[in-house]
């Protein structure tokens, strides 16, 4: 029987990677996209959804870091260091417990999603909750890998980017073109960043002949790159993007000329707005900072930008599992309420709106 085989098996010969590199793979990539007819039918597009939350971890994290801790192994790592708003914290603690060596996580205190901790503490990460955001974790993660025996596996790490290429890889081979338009959440813009080199090389590779323009989008109260400055106290539920001061800031200014891409920011409310159309509408399920790609995309469609009948592919970065508390919020705030009944058929077919005697 035929199974993917990992994002370094699969691209051998376009990853950085030779006979000395250990293999360490979870069996990431190879992510389904899926056609969102009803994003379709809102915009006038032709939408897919590339859904990176079925990645082994629940996020597209899982194609750098098999990239990261395989190089490490190379050279001779005995542990691996980050720091993360949670999905590299889950990410690095696998992909190290699978290696066997260790891995240090830095997170900010309080601020990242109860399944992202649960994921760092399951695979036996050493977690460290930092007195700060997640630049301040940065920072430190930076200094020590500077000063102390361990590496870094952040996407400051080049490895990084090269492994997160793939899925642009992927997306398209599946559409057997690139697409018009690339929608995608932005935190430290190395996703983004990795997005245009893979498309870039595929087109080098003649798998396609253009480049989608790359559209990113920051939570509003997170928006460094679109307000042009470092936000010292960034705030957001999308706890994955909350950061203010992006690693690869200059890379993704770059990656924008060339496309003639777009950077926008989008209020929480729209983010959640967009978690829900996605969950209802399509099926699929995701965490706030993913749903940026769907917000991004209703905006711009609103505002014009978008011409009928463009491909559009919106990234969906991580599972909608790791963070579910947001689901059980009505719009207006309140808790979902779930129906009670007694066990009794009548009751509940009632409830249900069914009339009976069919
Ligand atoms: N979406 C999710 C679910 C993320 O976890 C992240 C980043 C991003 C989008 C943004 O990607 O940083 O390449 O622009 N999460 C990092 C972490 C910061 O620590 O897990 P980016």
Same mark, same amino acid.
């Given at each position: 029987?035929?199974?993917?085989?990992?994002?370094?098996?699969?691209?051998?010969?376009?990853?950085?990677?030779?006979?000395?590199?250990? %293999?360490?793979?979870?069996?990431?990539?190879?992510?389904?996209?899926?056609? #969102?007819? #009803?994003?379709?039918?809102?915009?006038?597009?032709?939408?897919? !959804?590339? *859904?990176?939350?079925?990645?082994?971890?629940?996020?597209?994290?899982? +194609?750098?870091? $098999?990239?990261?801790?395989?190089?490490? &192994?190379?050279?001779?790592?005995?542990? !691996?260091?980050?720091?993360?708003?949670?999905?590299?914290?889950?990410?690095?603690?696998?992909?190290?417990?699978?290696?066997?060596?260790?891995?240090? !996580?830095?997170?900010?205190?309080?601020?990242?999603?109860?399944?992202?901790?649960?994921?760092? %503490?399951?695979?036996?990460?050493?977690?460290?909750?930092?007195?700060?955001?997640?630049?301040?974790?940065?920072?430190?993660?930076?200094?020590?890998?500077?000063?102390?025996?361990?590496?870094?596996?952040?996407?400051?790490?080049?490895?990084?980017?090269?492994?997160?290429?793939?899925?642009?890889?992927? %997306?398209?081979? !599946?559409?057997?073109?690139?697409?018009?338009?690339?929608?995608?959440?932005?935190?430290?813009?190395?996703?983004?960043?990795?997005?245009?080199?893979?498309?870039?090389?595929?087109?080098?590779?003649?798998?396609?002949?253009?480049?989608?323009?790359?559209?990113?989008?920051?939570?509003?109260?997170?928006?460094?790159?679109?307000?042009?400055?470092?936000?010292?106290?960034?705030?957001?539920?999308?706890?994955?993007?909350? &950061?203010?001061?992006?690693?690869?800031?200059?890379?993704?200014?770059?990656?924008?000329?060339? $496309?003639?891409?777009? *950077?926008?920011?989008?209020?929480?409310?729209?983010?959640?707005?967009?978690? +829900?159309?996605?969950?209802?509408?399509?099926?699929? *399920?995701?965490?706030?900072?993913? #749903?940026?790609?769907? #917000?991004?995309?209703?905006?711009?469609?609103?505002?014009?930008?978008?011409?009928?009948?463009?491909?559009?592919?919106?990234?969906?970065?991580?599972?909608?599992?790791?963070?579910?508390?947001?689901?059980?919020?009505?719009?207006?705030?309140?808790?979902?309420?779930? $129906?009670?009944?007694?066990?009794? /058929? /009548?009751?509940?077919?009632?409830?249900?709106?069914?009339?009976?005697?069919?």
């Amino acid at each position: 029987a035929h199974q993917w085989r990992g994002v370094i098996n699969e691209y051998r010969d376009r990853l950085d990677v030779s006979d000395a590199t250990p %293999v360490i793979s979870l069996g990431e990539g190879g992510t389904p996209l899926i056609e #969102a007819k #009803a994003l379709s039918a809102r915009t006038g597009a032709r939408v897919f !959804v590339k *859904f990176e939350g079925m990645n082994p971890t629940g996020s597209f994290k899982d +194609r750098g870091m $098999t990239m990261a801790i395989s190089k490490a &192994i190379e050279h001779g790592a005995k542990a !691996v260091i980050c720091a993360s708003t949670g999905n590299t914290s889950a990410s690095a603690a696998a992909y190290a417990a699978h290696a066997g060596i260790t891995a240090a !996580v830095l997170v900010p205190e309080g601020k990242i999603a109860m399944g992202k901790l649960s994921q760092a %503490v399951a695979h036996n990460g050493q977690l460290i909750q930092v007195q700060g955001n997640f630049d301040d974790c940065l920072d430190l993660a930076r200094d020590l890998s500077a000063n102390y025996p361990v590496h870094l596996v952040n996407s400051v790490n080049p490895d990084r980017i090269e492994g997160q290429k793939t899925a642009a890889f992927e %997306v398209v081979e !599946v559409l057997g073109e690139a697409p018009d338009f690339h929608f995608i959440p932005v935190g430290n813009a190395g996703n983004y960043t990795a997005y245009t080199r893979g498309y870039s090389e595929s087109i080098d590779h003649g798998d396609s002949t253009k480049l989608p323009r790359m559209f990113g989008f920051q939570a509003a109260g997170s928006a460094p790159i679109v307000d042009g400055h470092v936000v010292k106290n960034p705030e957001t539920i999308a706890s994955a993007i909350r &950061i203010g001061n992006p690693a690869s800031w200059e890379l993704a200014i770059d990656a924008r000329e060339k $496309t003639d891409g777009y *950077f926008g920011a989008i209020d929480d409310q729209r983010i959640l707005a967009a978690q +829900r159309i996605l969950s209802t509408e399509v099926g699929i *399920f995701v965490e706030p900072a993913s #749903a940026i790609s769907v #917000a991004g995309l209703l905006e711009q469609s609103e505002a014009g930008n978008i011409p009928a009948g463009s491909t559009c592919v919106l990234t969906v970065t991580g599972h909608g599992l790791k963070d579910p508390q947001w689901a059980l919020r009505t719009e207006d705030g309140s808790d979902v309420q779930p $129906t009670i009944v007694p066990v009794d /058929a /009548a009751e509940v077919a009632s409830v249900l709106g069914l009339a009976s005697g069919a």
